[in-house]
């Protein structure tokens, strides 16, 4: 089963940008949907972006036209690049196949302070 690796979170201010990036244990090239999710204490996981292998994305309303979602499928790793950061976007970041299909990864926090 592949294993999935998040990082690039941080701190950031209000409008700030940060880029994470999934790594894949193992090739991604055959698995259609690829997904980014964030969760917040006392919330369920939400879906906040999600990219085919066709290239085609899909977003949440509360992130269009701020987030981008992509992959490299040569490096088996997919990126969601985040631009003008509101502090509601502070959460755990997870990255995941669309429907999930492989166990959650660590997540990677995102903190954007107002």
């Known amino acids: 089963q592949v294993q999935l690796v998040e990082s690039g979170g941080g701190l950031v201010r209000t409008g700030g940008s940060l880029r994470l990036s999934c790594a894949a244990s193992?090739?991604?090239?055959?698995?259609?949907?690829m997904g980014w999710y964030r969760q917040t204490p006392g919330k369920q996981r939400e879906l906040v972006a999600i990219v085919t292998t066709g290239g085609s994305t899909n977003y949440a309303d509360s992130v269009k036209g701020r987030f981008t979602i992509s992959r490299d499928n040569a490096k088996n790793t997919v990126y969601l690049q985040m631009n003008s950061l509101k502090p509601e976007d502070t959460a755990v970041y997870y990255c995941?196949?669309?429907?999930?299909?492989?166990?959650w990864g660590q997540g990677t926090q995102v903190t954007v302070s107002s």
């Open positions: 995941n196949t669309r429907p999930i299909a492989v166990d």
């Open positions: 193992r090739s991604i090239f055959s698995i259609n949907a």
